[in-house]
Structures are given as structure tokens and as C-alpha cells.
């Protein structure tokens, strides 16, 4: 869903709406005294489960912007292997 999408910062305002969207959800079903609902499938959800879910995804969102980096942008830290740039030439 995320690749269509070129800009990283919209990509995630969308993951962090979607994640309210959740959390949100959870919250309201608690206030009106139900522990499960039913989603859009028709499995039920229990609502503190979507509470977690939500408030991690937006807390992900929020505070890690580097996970919406897409994958040919990133730079490889790591080598081929533990000792590669370590090995003695001959």
C-alpha cells in the first residue's frame, strides 16, 4: 500500500490516521461498555487489543520517521559479513 505512495511524510500521516482510526475505535467501543465489536470482516475485535495496536502504530508514526524511508534510499550499514573489512588482503 505504502509503495504507490512517493512522499514519506504522507506516508506517514496516512499509517498514523489509519492507527488513530483504530485506537480511536477501541476507545469508543469501551465507552459505550462493549469489550469486543465486530469489524469491517465481521470478526470480533476485542477493544483494548485495537487500543494497543493503535496507540503503538501511532507511537511508531510519530517518533519513527526512518521506517518510511523507502528501501532503494536507504544507505547499507552493514557489510557482507561480521569480519569483511577486517580480513587481511594477500
Same mark, same amino acid.
Given at each position: 500500500?505504502? $509503495? ?7 506516508? $506517514?500521516?496516512?499509517? %498514523?490516521? &489509519?492507527?488513530?482510526? &483504530?485506537?480511536? #475505535? ?5 465507552? $459505550? !461498555? @462493549? ?8 470478526? *470480533?475485535?476485542? /477493544? ?5 495496536? %493503535?496507540?503503538? %502504530?501511532?507511537?511508531? *508514526? ?7 524511508? +523507502? /528501501?532503494?534510499? +536507504?544507505?547499507? #550499514? /552493514? /557489510?557482507?559479513?561480521? #569480519? !569483511?573489512? $577486517? @580480513?587481511?588482503? @594477500?
Amino acid at each position: 500500500m505504502f $509503495r504507490k505512495v512517493q512522499s514519506r511524510a504522507v506516508s $506517514r500521516a496516512v499509517f %498514523g490516521l &489509519i492507527c488513530a482510526l &483504530i485506537f480511536l #475505535t477501541g476507545i469508543g467501543n469501551l465507552l $459505550r !461498555h @462493549r469489550l469486543d465489536y465486530l469489524n469491517y470482516k465481521g470478526f *470480533a475485535v476485542f /477493544s483494548p487489543f485495537a487500543i494497543l495496536v %493503535g496507540g503503538l %502504530g501511532l507511537a511508531v *508514526a510519530i517518533s519513527k520517521p526512518q521506517l518510511f524511508i +523507502k /528501501s532503494d534510499e +536507504k544507505h547499507e #550499514t /552493514s /557489510s557482507i559479513s561480521p #569480519t !569483511h573489512g $577486517r @580480513r587481511k588482503r @594477500r
